[in-house]
């Protein structure tokens, strides 16, 4: 064990080194449109789609300026544990770009010889405006922070908490990040999103195959006890920019494909109360899940067969693809497909709209797509990273 800690404080010690001259060199812009990349090199996958959990201390939470739209850049990279255990939406971005707001789900513990993961209480603010940026704040929400969301006027985060099944309430002045309540939801909960007007929000009960609704005046969080029924294991939600609908990712499986058909429910806010009006087949496995700034098209991310092992039978193709939704008012359907890379997990919108970027797990990259209405179509770029990004987050808007 005493060879062990002096080889990972030899290792850490180096990559506190890397980061550093990284540091130095951050070349900030004055104007920027930025995302941030959790990257997880805890949980890994071999070729044969086998999963493995090796020792941390590679992890690291990537800025990235996509002002030139295909050809984007990593400013810095944190060294900060993070993880693929919850949805791909664990961290967030002010929509002023002034700080970044990062949950750790789960914390990673020694088991004799092997390593697993228990759930962490941590979540972590960096201010993106000084130069280079810098952690400034660590807040204790409750167990295994996942799901995150910051309201349009950029002064209230929500943070689902898994295992306590729990929702905390944050208040944001300035640079100033403090726990103000924590809302009980009886259930666990792994994504939460915010209506326009701020007034009310969405969150994912996962196991309960339902979503809530919550209202909100300043910064009292009130949940209403008003419960949707949706597809299976519900993972992902978001709000169309007008505040007419909010669409949920229903997982299916509780976290892998599993070879068949899964859905996106289709609720209806200008309803009293809110309801489900519609479900859309999308594919198998939808995880990451998010609305175009316009409004006009929303995209599914199907797992693909990379993170399972290719013996299953329904295992044919190693890499995910994007399910691509039109919305036109409230109606949702289903146009398309394109394949990305293996596991895709996160995605993020540029602000206008017009491309969109997909983390790909086990290829450790971005694949950069352009947006045209409906159609989506793959550039063919990527971007590399220095981890596997288990999570992606735009500014909030």
Same mark, same amino acid.
């Given at each position: 064990m005493a060879s062990q800690r002096r080889h990972q404080t030899i290792v850490l010690a180096g990559w506190m080194f890397v980061v550093t001259i990284a540091l130095a060199a951050w070349p900030r812009p004055a104007l920027a449109d930025l995302m941030i990349i959790g990257n997880d090199d805890k949980v890994v996958f071999d070729a044969e789609g086998n999963r493995s959990f090796v020792a941390p201390g590679k992890d690291t939470i990537s800025v990235v300026d996509i002002t030139d739209r295909e050809a984007p850049k990593i400013l810095i990279?944190?060294?900060?544990?993070?993880?693929?255990? #919850?949805p791909p939406v664990n961290l967030a971005i002010t929509p002023d770009e002034r700080l970044a707001i990062v949950a750790n789900s789960?914390?990673?513990?020694?088991?004799?010889?092997?390593?697993?993961p228990q759930p962490d209480t941590k979540v972590y603010v960096f201010n993106l405006k000084t130069s280079p940026p810098s952690q400034i704040g660590t807040v204790e929400v409750g167990k295994?922070?996942?799901?995150?969301?910051?309201?349009?006027? #950029?002064?209230l985060a929500l943070v689902t908490n898994r295992a306590d099944k729990s929702i905390s309430v944050l208040s944001i002045s300035g640079n100033d990040v403090k726990l103000v309540d924590t809302v009980a939801m009886g259930d666990e909960v792994a994504a939460v999103a915010f209506t326009p007007d701020g007034k009310r929000a969405l969150a994912a009960k996962f196991a309960a195959h339902k979503i809530a609704l919550l209202t909100i005046e300043g910064q009292k969080v009130t949940y209403t006890k008003h419960d949707m029924p949706v597809g299976l294991w519900p993972y992902n939600i978001d709000v169309t920019p007008d505040g007419k609908i909010g669409i949920s990712a229903d997982n299916g499986n509780s976290g892998s494909p599993d070879g068949h058909v899964d859905t996106v429910s289709i609720i209806d806010l200008e309803q009293t109360p809110p309801r489900v009006v519609d479900r859309v087949v999308v594919g198998d496995a939808p995880e990451g899940f998010a609305i175009s700034p316009k409004g006009d098209v929303a995209v599914a991310v199907?797992?693909?067969g990379a993170s399972v092992p290719k013996s299953m039978w329904f295992n044919t193709k190693r890499n995910g693809t994007l399910a691509v939704l039109k919305i036109d008012g409230k109606k949702v359907t289903k146009v398309g497909e394109v394949e990305v890379g293996g596991l895709p997990e996160g995605l993020v919108f540029s602000p206008d709209g017009k491309y969109l970027y997909v983390?790909?797990?086990?290829?450790?990259?971005?694949?950069?797509?352009k947006v045209d209405g409906a159609k989506i179509t793959d550039t063919g770029k990527k971007l590399k990273l220095p981890g596997q990004p288990a999570s992606m987050r735009g500014r909030a808007q």
């Open positions: 990279s944190f060294p900060l544990m993070n993880s693929i255990f #919850g789960v914390d990673w513990i020694q088991d004799g010889t092997s390593w697993k295994q922070p996942s799901g995150m969301a910051i309201n349009r006027a #950029g002064n199907l797992l693909g983390g790909n797990f086990t290829d450790r990259d971005v694949s950069i797509l």
